[in-house]
């Protein structure tokens, strides 16, 4: 570690500047920004950062940047493991719902460019073929598809009352 000591002629005041920080001994006052170590942080710094950017500051500052893939992804895995865990289905059965469930995450993963008509009918699909998955998958699509959600849930919605005029039939 470095250290450089200065005494202001006249005020008494000895600085000792260190590497890693500043110490101040006697009677200081100052105007403006005093930092010991990097100085971070700056209002001006943010213009010109793009959308869709994380940022952090400080030294314990971390970020995670999770992308609608990524969370599709984890989403069809628990779907996935949802249908092994039902019982009552055949092999085949749930191969079908795995399916069905992989060509809901393919579209999906379009975000704002997704097909809303194609991805109401896959959605629509899985009541049908398993009601207990279906719920599962409406429940826990929602959250990876923030921007997509309220599609979601109204195709939810509407699935659900196709699904009950049709058992009232």
Do not use: C, H, Y
């Amino acid at each position: 570690m470095t250290e450089k000591k200065a005494k202001d002629q006249g005020s008494g005041i000895t600085t000792n500047r260190q590497s890693g920080g500043v110490n101040a001994g006697g009677s200081v006052s100052a105007g403006g920004d005093i930092v010991g170590g990097n100085k971070v942080g700056d209002t001006d710094i943010a213009k010109g950062i793009g959308a869709g950017a994380v940022v952090t500051q400080g030294r314990a500052a971390s970020a995670s940047v999770n992308s609608l893939a990524q969370d599709l992804a984890r989403w069809q895995q628990r779907l996935e493991a949802a249908i092994d865990a039902r019982s009552g289905l055949s092999a085949t059965e749930k191969q079908d719902l795995k399916d069905q469930v992989a060509k809901i995450q393919e579209e999906a993963v379009r975000g704002d460019k997704a097909d809303v008509g194609r991805l109401s009918k896959l959605i629509s699909m899985l009541a049908p073929m398993a009601e207990d998955i279906f719920e599962v998958a409406i429940t826990t699509l929602a959250n990876p598809l923030l921007g997509v959600g309220l599609v979601v849930k109204k195709i939810g919605d509407k699935a659900k009352v196709e699904r009950e005029a049709n058992s009232s039939t």
